[in-house]
């Protein structure tokens, strides 16, 4: 934080942030300025700050192109450049320090700049709104920071990817309702939490396409009557074209409601993973153990060990949805262009952004460090009937209708309940035969649970061969995507 001088305003490292370079960008229109609470309720600059550096890259094209269309100097233009860079480096240094009396980044960063090089950096405003540079820096910022959070997901992927590959033959019951449903094996059900993940790096990349665009140009809502190169600005900036209404382009905030929805989904994803996590590490089940490094204790059980993290994670979720709901809500009476109430559009967005990406990183250590009890897990597997569907199936090969095999197959588990049984392969032949004639001894060999597990061999089903090919489709996404990830 800078110091202060003796009349308590914030000074900066290159002067003092006073006077008429300090003032509100809008001041000159009012013969007061506003309450001093009146200011502190309308800043932005304690949100917005971590967009410094894309406020200025946008700046440094926008003055480049002001100085090649003859808006300004090219004098000008490049002492408007070089102070720019000289800030960003300051920035990145920390031999400048954020004055958080600022009204907003804009504000910070054009003051700074004229602070330093004097009247040229009054021009840098030529031709642009706070409006139209702002839905160019929230771009620009998703832009730089969407890439890290799908390569933190890439190292989730590979890390379940390779908890999956050393446990294709570790059986695990598959549950609906929460009942034994039929034989899997924990690689796939890990392979499902990993293609949960891939449709979301697969979202974010989808949105990532609809702000290729820049706004920046548009100024207020209408445009300029000064000759701006739009187009060069964008292509300098790396984007694909510019949008292609002015109105719409400083009234927009789909891409913020869009990407939170983007860290929402991810977030239930998140949620359900611990759900089971949770779940599965109590004595009852005591499928996983979680890591001593990523549980608790209790302050009264000396005994216990908690999945707090687990629960946090799940817990967050909450603060997911919200930000979703403040966005929407936020923009859904608006009349165009720019309302006030835009502004708060940033705090949910980065408040999202930032809960996934601890949440992702804590997930993935957390289960990279647990350990899988294989007993336990394959004795999941025993008792509940889950291969009921098998014997269903044994008896379509043998040419009945599935819709009466089905009922053959329901009949042999009532058998298995009246006499005391837990599984249907305990019943004798001719307890079996009583159900039906078409069964013979061979069902015997194919109703045991890895049997079964080891029969589903339908493209996506957990025999191992397929599950290989799962980790196979797994492994090369997450190649070609960090072979083609942007440099960062």
């Keep these: 934080m800078p110091d202060k001088n003796k009349d308590g305003k914030q000074a900066s490292s290159h002067g003092t942030m006073t006077g008429d370079n300090h003032k509100a960008l809008w001041s000159g229109r009012f013969a007061e300025g506003p309450d001093a609470a009146a200011v502190e309720f309308e800043t932005s600059i304690r949100v917005d700050e971590r967009m410094a550096l894309d406020d200025i890259a946008g700046s440094v094209a926008h003055a480049t192109m002001l100085g090649a269309q003859g808006i300004i100097g090219t004098d000008d233009a490049s002492r408007i450049v070089e102070g720019l860079k000289g800030i960003q480096a300051d920035l990145l240094s920390g031999s400048l320090q954020i004055d958080y009396s600022a009204e907003d980044i804009h504000s910070f960063i054009e003051a700074t700049l004229t602070d330093r090089i004097g009247e040229a950096g009054k021009k840098l405003h030529t031709g642009r709104s706070r409006n139209d540079q702002i839905a160019l820096d929230e771009r620009l910022y998703l832009r730089r920071v969407i890439p890290l959070l799908q390569n933190e997901l890439l ?4 890390a379940l990817s390779a908890i999956a590959g050393r446990h294709t033959e570790t059986l695990l019951t598959g549950y609906t309702h929460m009942q034994h449903a039929q034989p899997g094996t924990l690689a796939q059900h890990l392979n499902a939490w990993s293609f949960m993940l891939v449709r979301d790096w697969e979202r974010l990349e989808d949105s990532l396409k609809r702000i290729d665009k820049s706004p920046l140009g548009c100024g207020a809502l209408e445009g300029s009557t000064l000759p701006l190169d739009r187009e060069a600005v964008a292509r300098t900036l790396g984007f694909a074209g510019v949008t292609e209404n002015s109105v719409d382009s400083v009234s927009d905030r789909d891409y913020c409601i869009e990407f939170t929805g983007d860290f929402a989904m991810l977030q239930a994803h998140l949620s359900r993973m611990c759900e089971e996590i949770v779940l599965w590490s109590t004595t009852e089940f005591s499928f996983i153990e979680l890591s001593e490094k990523w549980s608790t204790g209790s302050s009264i059980m000396p005994q216990k060990k ?3 993290f687990a629960e946090l994670i799940r817990g967050r979720t909450g603060k997911v949805y919200g930000d979703l ?5 936020m923009v859904k009476g608006l009349p165009l262009a720019y309302d006030r109430d835009m502004q708060e559009d940033k705090e949910p967005l980065f408040d999202a952004l930032d809960t996934v990406e601890a ?11 647990a350990k899988w009890n294989t007993e336990k897990l394959e004795q999941s597997v025993e008792g509940g009937f889950a291969n009921a569907t098998d014997v269903a199936e044994y008896l379509v090969r043998k040419g009945m209708p599935f819709r009466t095999a089905h009922s053959v197959a329901a009949s042999t588990v009532r058998r298995a309940i009246d006499k005391g049984l837990s599984r249907i392969e305990d019943l004798s032949l001719a307890d079996l035969q009583e159900c039906s004639p078409l069964i013979g001894e061979d069902i015997f060999g194919k109703i045991s649970p890895r049997a079964c597990m080891e029969g589903r061999k339908t493209k996506g089903g957990p025999s191992p061969e397929r599950v290989r090919e799962q980790l196979e489709v797994l492994g090369v996404f997450c190649k070609e995507r960090r072979k083609n990830a942007p440099s960062l």
């Design 155 to 158: 190292t989730l992927i590979e």
């Design 306 to 308: 908690n999945p707090d």
């Design 325 to 329: 709901i403040n966005l929407l809500t």
């Design 359 to 369: 949440n992702l990183k804590v997930f993935t250590a957390m289960v990279s460090s």
